[in-house]
């Protein structure tokens, strides 16, 4: 997030897109219901009437995979209006002009056509937007995990900065993100491209710091494989092994059939986890971890703030760290690696990684620091682009929409999209080991409207065979008030009925990110 | 600049912003004015007259959470008017529901058979399960309120205990809102309200059905606003009473919001997690996640020991036979196919602190920037 989440209940309009906010971050979702409650204007964007909508001022339902559009036609109208901040455009930003040639075309009707929002709708929610002193966008795996979901990151970007939305409290462009430590993860250089604070892997300067610190030559410098890449390369077997930390790709993969049998194209599977999973029922060697509870350390959250995680528990049989179970592999394989304690680790990071160079457990004992946090006596920092953007002044990136890689057709006409409930989490490891969220949510369903149900003849709770191009599950129909016609939506959290056998694998060309949240299905009447 | 504004209470003279009321200047100032109805954050209703207070020159004694400061004004947050008045609101409230605390008994001359009879009740299923964490039971003590001898009113309403995770034990309800603007206020899911009226009140969700059938989410807010024993979760584990409870303030492992929580800890067992007050982000809200969903730590099917496959078949192992394995296979890999030949997939599970190893492990060990993590998924 470039702002905080404090920050929210401080915008004049909130626009939610692309995020089930009240489910999937419930108390986030606090934030924005609490500023709604006060007289604050929301404004929904999303294809399914969630509950979040009915807090909302305005609730547009765009068809799947259309973001870009009426993204594009908000700002043709702001433009065209007259309503973005010039100054802001002026001296903070560049490509305008290109922005504007794009966005001319995204009439209020051509948009409409697109998007199937009423035009009329598009030129109220520009004025609304554009007419507020500050204006958040809060945005999850709605608006990212498409084929073009780099270009609807962009999008949103584009508008924020066009009404002159960053750098400002109560505004910014806000990823919400849905697990306790993917920020810190992709902060640590858990990524292909990147080591620690976003360093590329192939800028010489950055890698001669780390070989120096970490005392190793010859730091790769080509970019490595994404995760899906690594699936790719697993089933034509340029991968040959794996090592998996805490992660269960057997559920949450697109296209898992395709998965299944890539994973069991490997020569060596290791699975490093707390329970077996359905990928560590795979491996070669599974390695068993302590689960938070039961470590000391940090996790850094969706403002990007640092905080602390502390042992509550012991862990239970021969159980060990991750990072000590890390260490002893590299130093069998001749690489010494030892810490006396995670505060060590902790310090070293702060060595080479720029952001959190002025963090120390001591100073986030009892409250968290945002970063960047470059110097002992830094405050941290709460709203990022206050001055300038990182790479000085902002991009106007000029888009055009495109369709989704999967559309329906004559055999697959309904739109399946995918994602969680409240009362499970990922792919349900671990809290479907509590009984009171089983009973609340106890197996996978098909959400419908009541017009399809009605007409194909079918009743709540049917049992129902749901398929793509990919792959088959069966699960209960449910009709709700959340679905609109043509749209089906499964909760992917169910090993059983596992969503993500009929997803599509592919992917965002920059991000390599899946396209969950669109392919075509059919359903029937279960055998 | 205007003239500065000053209240003065107990013989001492504040200032105060303006929209305090008078209960803001006095916890400002750590003066002691007792609430049960009063919510951070939520609008004051004034509905328990618990924080009373003395204003010169009033004709009545004031509610102090919903009454303004003003200018020169005087109160008295103790006096013998004050203290007359929430005995009878503490009375009133013990003779109209379950609070089998002992408090009701409370005999102020026999202190000594007090406390015995209590050792001696204690741990009876009758006893109630917020006994020493109740705000009503806090005042009986702090203001020697007597309730032996008055008739007792039945509660109307059974217990509803078809709910996972929360137990509503009407007769033990004082009627105080905390609840209503707990849900309706802070977590907004406007999922209880008030229902039926004077005598009959009750606290309903949708048309008074059980809270699993209603709009309820369990975020558990409710639970934490209860002053009293109305609201307590259902425990899969029943706390001790007489064990040391552990309080470990962690980081919720659920979403990226970060909530801040505390692990309540008995024999290394995870009892119960509850918010860890007015920290951000989450300002002590917490969801269903977050408060109930941490039977996960102590499952039986948790892995306790490595695994290696042998013959097809995953098998026990020792961690030198798993480590050597996992290491000579990983270097035998690498010297065959190359180190662009292995992946390693961190976790957004997983603290900063071991990613950092993971990454370092394939860079520094392995040789390649093959390691990326779920973020996309």
Known sequence: ?527 | MGKETTITIDNKRFTFEPDETILDVAHRNNIFIPTLCHLKGATPTGACRICVVEVEGAPNLVASCATPAANDMVVYSESQEVIKDRRSIIRLMLSSGHHNCAIRDFDTKDWTQFQLKVLEEDGTQDLCPVWGECKLQDLAYRYQVKAKGLPQSESKYPMERVNPFIIRDFSRCILCGRCVQACREVQVNNAIDFGYRGADTKIVAGADVALKDSDCVFCGECIEACPVGALVTEHALKPERFVKTQKVRTTCSYCGVGCQIELNVQHNRIIKVNSAGDVPPNNGSLCVKGRFGFDFVASPERLTSPLIRKNGKLEGATWDEALDLVADSLTQVKKDHGSDSIGVLTSARVTNEENYIAQKFARAVLKTNNVDHCARL
């Open chain 1, 1 to 527: 997030m470039t702002n905080t989440i404090a920050d929210i209940e401080t915008a004049e309009v909130i626009l939610v897109t692309g995020s089930n906010t009240t489910e999937n971050h419930p108390v986030l979702s606090t934030f924005v219901k609490r500023a709604a409650l006060r007289g604050t204007t929301l404004i929904v964007v999303d294809p399914r009437r969630i509950k979040l909508s009915h807090h909302a001022a305005t609730w547009l339902r765009p068809e799947l995979g259309t973001d870009i559009a009426w993204i594009n036609g908000l700002m043709n109208v702001i433009i065209k209006e007259n309503l973005f901040d010039k100054t802001f455009v002026e001296n903070r930003c560049e490509g305008f002009e290109e922005l504007k040639k794009t966005v001319e075309t995204y009439t209020p009707d051509y948009v409409e056509a697109i998007t199937g929002i009423n035009a009329t709708d598009i030129i109220e929610t520009a004025r609304t937007f554009a007419g507020a002193k500050n204006a958040s966008i809060l945005y999850c795996m709605g608006i990212t995990q498409h084929t073009t979901g780099t270009d609807n990151v962009k999008s949103l970007a584009n508008l924020s900065m066009l009404c002159g939305n960053l750098g400002i409290p109560g505004g910014g462009v806000n990823p919400l993100r849905g697990q306790n430590n993917v920020q810190g993860a992709c902060d640590m250089g858990g990524l292909p491209n990147v080591l620690t604070a976003y360093q590329k892997v192939d800028d010489d300067a950055a890698r001669a710091k780390f070989e120096k610190t970490w005392g190793v030559t010859d730091l790769p410098a080509k970019p490595g494989l994404t995760a899906t890449d690594m699936i790719e390369q697993a089933g034509t077997g340029e991968l040959k092994a794996l090592y998996i930390v805490g992660e269960n790709p057997l559920v949450s993969d697109p296209d898992l059939n395709h998965a299944e049998k890539a994973i069991g194209n490997l020569d060596l599977l290791v699975v490093q986890d707390i329970f077996l999973t359905e990928t560590a029922k795979m491996a070669d060697v599974v390695l068993p971890a302590f689960c938070f509870a039961e470590k000391e350390g940090t996790f850094s959250n969706t403002e990007r703030r640092v905080q602390r995680v502390r042992k509550a528990v012991e862990a239970p049989g021969f159980a060990r760290e991750d990072w000590r179970i890390i260490c002893e592999i590299a130093t069998r394989m001749g690489y010494p690696m030892s810490y006396p304690n995670s505060n060590a680790i902790f310090e070293e990071i702060t060595k080479v990684t720029p952001s959190y160079a002025g963090i120390t457990w001591d100073r986030i004992e009892n409250e968290g620091l945002h970063w960047p946090c470059p110097t002992a006596d830094h405050p941290g920092t709460p709203i990022l682009h206050t001055q300038q953007f990182t790479r000085g002044k902002g991009m106007f990136h000029a888009i055009d929409h495109r369709p989704p890689a999967e559309l329906p057709d004559k055999d697959y006409p309904f739109m399946l999209t995918t994602g969680r409930v409240l009362y499970h989490y990922h792919t349900g490891t671990m809290t479907m080991k509590s009984p009171g969220l089983n009973t609340m949510s106890p197996e996978c369903f098909v959400e419908i409207s009541s017009n399809d149900a009605q007409r194909l003849g079918f009743e709540d709770g049917t049992m129902v065979d749901v398929l793509s191009r990919r792959g088959k599950i069966t699960a209960k129909l449910k009709i709700s008030s959340k679905a609109v016609d043509g749209t089906l939506f499964i909760p992917f959290h169910f090993a059983k009925a596992a969503a993500n056998r009929l997803t599509n694998a592919k992917v965002d060309p920059v991000a390599k990110i899946p396209e969950f949240k669109v392919c075509a299905i059919t359903i029937r009447k279960a055998a």
